[in-house]
């Protein structure tokens, strides 16, 4: 089966379009300068290249997702609601809104973790940026 799209010249990748029918004379100047002096569309996420990250950026992210999940349920048992909670390698605190269970903080990681794959971060940051993603989704 064949498929043919009809080619559209709002669409990015059938921009410019020149249509040419076989009475017609070929648009030489006109195809040149929009090959050779027209800007270059700004590039969408499918054409830009992921940034490069360290060899071990999994690893260090599971280990710093995991100290700070650790210390959150650690902290529940002496803390009361309402208190923030200082985490390892990061200098922002995680806010106890509620009691959180452990089923409930390996959920937030795994989102965490998913996100970062796609969008990767400062291997420093790991931990500050886990507790501002914390606070931001238990506080919604």
Known sequence: MMRFEVPDSRRRW???????????TLPCADICDSLLNRKA????????????????????????????????LEAQKFRVIGDCVGVPGSEE?????????????????????????????DSSRISSAF???LNNSLNA
């Open 93 to 121: 605190k995680v806010e106890l809104v509620r009691n959180l269970t452990m089923v409930e903080l390996r959920r937030q990681r795994s989102r965490f973790i998913s996100y970062s794959k796609t969008h990767p971060i």
């Open 131 to 133: 507790v501002q993603f």
């Open 41 to 72: 569309p700004p590039p969408n996420m499918a054409t830009q290249s992921q940034p490069l990250s360290s060899t071990n950026f999994l690893y260090e992210l599971d280990k710093a997702t995991q100290d700070v999940v650790t210390a959150v």
């Open 14 to 24: 059938d921009s410019p379009l020149f249509t040419v029918h076989h009475d017609d």
